[in-house]
């Protein structure tokens, strides 16, 4: 079946603008993490949806992050008021249950100008 | 909180073995990962072990974790140009939902 698919590819925005990235996670797939990969933080751990449970906001920068995910299944980050440092590859990936291995997708590449 | 460590750089000639260090300091971790990322791609899991484990091997790829000293490596045998690529170690927690905490990866360069 398909995997985990991210949307845009790729983003280009102007400071002080607010973006949305979409991740499609793989179908029956319970949990869900937002990843972010820069240069100078390499991989970090952002957010983390487990079913109808509070998720992990523990790795958000920022409270200019937020994240939604609707019905269980597709998630949308939000970075309000977008900064330089924004800049990167934000990475979802998910897992058919939190025990399991997590599948990443092909990543959302920000840059902020 | 947990930290996972790995050398930057490895060069290798074709059709040698690769061995690909890490250590972390999360004495609780429960599995531990190796992931490749190949130029402008996603990341791509290449084996796991669980922290009770000794060793894994999966075709021309072994880990080994010695969790007394909190060192995982990754062997590539007979690498292959193919197999230029960054490799990201990472660990998770299962009571901590399995959230990856990464390295900051090895590059690794095949030379024909």
């Known amino acids: 079946g398909a995997g985990v698919s991210q949307s845009p590819s790729n983003k280009v925005t102007e400071k002080g603008k607010d973006v949305e990235l979409r991740c499609d996670p793989i179908?029956?797939?319970?949990?869900l993490y937002w990843y972010r990969q820069s240069l100078g933080q390499g991989l970090e751990f952002l957010i983390y949806?487990?079913?109808?449970?509070?998720?992990?906001k523990s790795g958000l920068p920022s409270d200019r992050f937020s994240a939604e995910r609707t019905g269980g299944s597709v998630s949308t980050l939000t970075i309000q008021r977008t900064q330089q440092e924004d800049s990167a590859v934000y990475l979802c990936?998910?897992?058919?249950?939190?025990?399991?291995?997590?599948?990443f997708g092909p990543g959302t590449r920000l840059l902020v100008l | 909180g947990e930290d996972v460590e790995q050398s930057l750089f490895l060069s290798v000639r074709e059709g040698d073995s690769s061995v690909i260090n890490c250590t972390y300091t999360d004495s609780s971790s429960t599995y531990l990962y190796w992931y490749k990322q190949e130029p402008g791609a996603g990341l791509q899991l290449l084996t796991y072990i669980f922290s009770n484990m000794d060793m894994k091997q999966d075709q021309r790829l072994t880990v080994l974790l010695n969790k007394k000293d909190k060192h995982l490596s990754l062997r590539i045998a007979d690498t292959q140009t193919g197999d230029s690529a960054i490799y990201f170690c990472a660990e998770s927690r299962k009571a901590a939902g399995n959230k990856l905490t990464f390295g900051g990866g090895t590059r690794v360069l095949v030379k024909p």
């Open positions: 179908s029956g797939h319970t949990a």
């Open positions: 949806f487990q079913g109808n449970s509070a998720p992990d």
């Open positions: 990936a998910s897992s058919d249950d939190p025990t399991e291995t997590q599948y």
